[in-house]
């Protein structure tokens, strides 16, 4: 049974092809959109991309998503590729952010219920693990041994 097992295996279909499918996922675009035409632009432009599955637009928040097996610099770039300005959807919803009431969160032309995500700009309240000198000092300002624990007011 050694030579059947052998040319069952030199027989057998294998795929040559060594690519990885791209996972499904939904990428959000901010684009300016004036009319139907403009609309109609884009949604050929996206449509036309290997592995999208569905395209919404909405021309009164600005917004495309585009849901697929594609790349988001992919999408990205074919809607440039249409003479509009494109950039990722900046913004999350208002209540999803830790700091909806940062300056750098408000932008007129956000859509309502929405603020731009600044939660990278600010750095973690809390020391990291490196510096544990520093989590020391945030500990001694509210001991009720420290003479000075109210240095805070």
């Known amino acids: ?3 059947v097992d052998h040319m ?7 795929s040559t092809r060594n690519s990885i499918r791209k996972p499904m996922q939904t990428v959000e675009i901010k684009v300016k959109m004036d009319c139907e035409g403009c609309e ?31 790349e988001p610099n992919k999408v990205l770039n074919r809607v440039k590729s249409t003479g509009k300005k494109a950039e990722f959807w900046p913004y999350v919803q208002y209540n999803l952010t830790y700091y909806p009431y940062a300056l750098e969160a408000y ?3 956000a859509p309502s219920g ?6 990278e ?16 000092n945030y ?5 009720d ?6 240095s805070i007011m």
């Not at 500990?139 to 001991?143: D, E, I, M, P, V």
């Open 1 to 3: 049974m050694g030579f």
């Open 8 to 14: 069952s295996d030199v027989c057998a279909v294998t």
């Open 40 to 70: 109609r632009r884009v949604r050929n432009a996206v449509s036309s991309i290997n592995g999208v599955r569905c395209v919404e637009i909405n021309r009164k928040q600005s917004r495309v998503r585009v849901s697929g097996y594609v």
């Open 107 to 109: 932008d007129k032309k």
């Open 114 to 119: 929405y603020v731009r995500n600044v939660a």
């Open 121 to 136: 700009a600010f750095p973690d309240p809390l020391p990291t693990s490196n510096a544990p000198h520093t989590l020391h």
């Open 139 to 143: 500990t001694t300002l509210f001991s």
């Open 145 to 150: 041994e420290n003479v000075d624990a109210c």
